[in-house]
């Protein structure tokens, strides 16, 4: 039997259940942090033990995150190299060609794929990876490498620019590992063709979350003037005027989306039957409701409005004043489509604001498609509060 001479770390007694029934973490509050414990360095992979002297699992220990302890596996004998992540890829791989069976696509989802900390989206032969943990931080070689062996991609990114890496006392991530980055990279979802900035655009430059939520939004659009709020490079926009919408409006403050989304409007001859604003959502909303401008389809996926759980309240607040106003350009039997991506905010506390904005509205209607993300983005069964997507769409009388 192999002995690998992990660091060592034990649970606090009264603290063995949730990762013993299945958790793939530990906080820093669970943790006996001794003079040793301090010394460990960030990221290493260590053995951890409940307060039995027990083993629990391998993972990743970063003494300076509040989730200190990410569970990598079950076996003591597990090697965390190249042929570990090749293992993992593949499998995800499977999964993803099962049930997306086009190459763009939300790869690794962390947790859920067994690789926590990891996020990786692939763009056919371009694959965009955020590094999130220390743990991860330290193994990047060993990802690039695997990845690298398991889909040969043209070029690879490690773009980690968000607010996790700070939370693990690192660097903000921008390195092109293989091949060459093109200026903006093609995507193609539901058949219908966009663009993604790898470089300067948000997160990996794309959200794959809300696919099959675009694609339900495109079918109701036939005959229909529709706005989409916070459009990015057009992800709903674009679904709409593929469904035959008489006009669509796209609203986002950013020149680089913008520029992204009229590119993809021209690249699938939509550039006659969309239209673009720049300018801040909510003004637009204040505007047009005083005008009385109404829509058949009215879209608001905005970023996330509560970024940690100090900011819930005024988030919800946030959700509340965007569905009111949305609510009040929705024409007569015509749909409100409202999403958030704030995990802090879960989904009964959403549908309940949006709600109370929409009677506020003076509207009344009724709920026709609660949904969350894709199957590209799949949740571990013990975190479900890491399934942070929420859509709603509303038929309004």
Sequence with gaps: MKNFNFPEIKLKPGNNRRIKQGCPWAFSNEIEITPETKQIPSGSIVCLKDSCD????????????????????????????????????????????????????????????GLPGLIVDRFDDIIACQINTAGMDNLKNEIISALDQVLSPKCIVLRSENSARSLEDLEPLFEVVKGNLPEVVPVCENGIYFYADLKDGQKTGWFYDQRNNRAFIGRLASKRRCIDFYTYAGGFALHMGIGHATHVIGVDRSDIALNLAQKAALKNNLAETTSW????????????????????????????????????????????????????????????????????????????????????????????YQAGAGPDHPIHPQLPETAYLKMLVFQLD
């Design 54 to 113: 027990k083993f629990v699992g391998l993972g990743s220990f970063n003494v300076h995150s509040l989730i200190s302890f990410r569970k990598f596996a079950s076996d003591i004998q597990t090697e965390i190299n190249t042929d570990f992540f090749i293992k993992r890829i593949k499998r995800a791989v499977t999964l993803r060609d099962l049930t997306i069976n086009s190459p763009f696509y939300r790869l690794i989802h962390s947790e859920a794929d």
């Design 277 to 368: 604003i720049k300018d801040n959502a909510f003004d637009v909303l204040e505007e047009m409701n005083q005008d009385k401008e109404k829509f058949g389809i009215v879209v608001c996926d905005p970023p996330a409005f509560a970024k940690n759980k100090k900011d819930i309240a005024a988030g919800l607040r946030g959700y509340r004043k965007m569905s009111k106003l949305a609510a009040g350009i929705v024409e007569k039997d015509g749909f409100l489509a409202l999403g958030s991506c704030s995990h802090h905010v879960n989904p009964e506390q959403f549908l309940n604001e949006c709600t109370k904005g929409i009677f506020e509205a003076g509207k009344t209607g009724r709920l026709i």
